[in-house]
């Protein structure tokens, strides 16, 4: 029996070559940023528990996997120092230290792998004794005295190397007052990718594991965004873009699609997203029962997120997506 269909959206999909002609969005290794995390010491490899795949490494073993990582296609990075708990304050001191852990990294990688794109993380909690992204007094996150300590730290890492300083911590103002410190320093050409709409998530649990960073009291809601609330976005995104930031970042990325896309339509700059720990840790657990085909999972999502406006994606599966389409 023949209905008389014109329209036979099937016909676009018959065989794997005439699917390949119609497909719209496609994910390549040089949409990653990976993030990696970094430990004090010599020859470590030290693996996180909610984060199957994902390691913290000592600097020497960090720079074999990231050269790695290079001939795999990937070159940006994003690192995060995972620091002892004795180096931690309320001032975050140690961000400063150049003969710390994380700058230290930053200028011996940009030496040894000049071809590699790093990114860095400007926020307190690495570093903070009260686990939280900015200057804590009486309980309460103060702004503008965490303003001028961001701005030190993201100076430190602008010296140290860095070419895209990414202020994570949600503190009104803060691109702006970064963009001012580097220029005047004379970093005119040091990128700002900002975490523009960054939401009180429970999807970071895994990262503050691998960083042991969670904060000590209390919850990030005073900073970080509702997860309910969209419009607010856009005006957090038209503060960072007239503050100067180069790239505006929605996060997490997988329940915040509809912001994505919001962001990609109202702005003339590229959108990045943070495909954050726990939504990796979801992919992981889930593959490891048994109950999704997990490398399926993993394209189907990072899919996802550039379907709905990302240019780039931040993502643990970086590494994983390049080496399946090496050796499918
Ligand atoms: C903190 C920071 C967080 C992440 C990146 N930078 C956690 C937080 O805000 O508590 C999360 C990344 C992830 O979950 O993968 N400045």
């Not at 720079?63 to 690192?79: A, P, T």
């Not at 000590?216 to 960072?240: C, I, R, V, W």
Request: charged share 30%.
């Amino acid at each position: 029996m023949m209905e008389n269909i014109i329209q036979r959206p099937r016909r676009n999909r018959k065989n794997q070559a005439v699917r390949d002609l119609v497909q719209e969005t496609e994910v390549t290794v040089k949409d990653f940023i990976y993030p990696m995390f970094l430990v004090d010491g010599k020859n470590k490899t030290i693996s996180i528990k909610s984060m199957p795949g994902i390691f913290r490494y000592s600097l020497d073993n960090l720079l074999r996997e990231m050269e790695l990582c290079m001939k795999l296609g990937i070159k940006s990075f994003v690192l995060f120092p995972n620091l002892e708990e004795s180096l931690k304050d309320k001032e975050a001191t140690e961000s400063l230290n150049k003969k710390g852990l994380y700058l230290r990294a930053i200028k011996e990688v940009k030496k040894k792998l000049p071809e590699a794109l790093i990114m860095t993380d400007v926020a307190m909690d690495p570093y903070s004794s009260d686990g939280h992204d900015g200057f804590v007094k009486n309980g309460e996150i103060l702004n503008d005295v965490t303003l001028a300590i961001l701005g030190k730290m993201a100076l430190a890492q602008a010296e140290a190397g860095a070419d895209i300083i990414g202020p994570s911590d949600m503190m009104d103002g803060r691109v702006g007052y970064i963009r001012k410190k580097l220029d005047k320093a004379g970093f005119e050409n040091t990128s700002i990718i900002s975490y523009t709409a960054k939401y009180a998530s429970a999807f970071y649990g895994p990262f503050r594991d691998a960083l042991d960073s969670a904060p000590k009291f209390g919850d990030k809601k005073t900073y970080q965004m509702n997860p309910s609330n969209s419009e607010e976005a856009l005006l957090e995104a038209e503060l960072d873009y007239a503050e100067g930031a180069d790239i505006l970042m929605v996060k997490p990325a997988l329940a915040y699609l509809d912001v994505i896309r919001l962001l990609n339509e109202n702005f003339p700059v590229p959108i990045a997203a943070y495909n954050v720990s726990g939504e990796y840790a979801m992919i992981k657990a889930a593959g490891k029962n048994g109950w999704i085909d997990e490398t399926k999972a993993m394209n189907e999502v990072l899919l996802s997120i550039k379907r709905a406006g990302a240019k780039i994606i931040l993502t643990y599966f970086a590494k994983e997506f390049a080496l399946q389409r090496k050796n499918p």
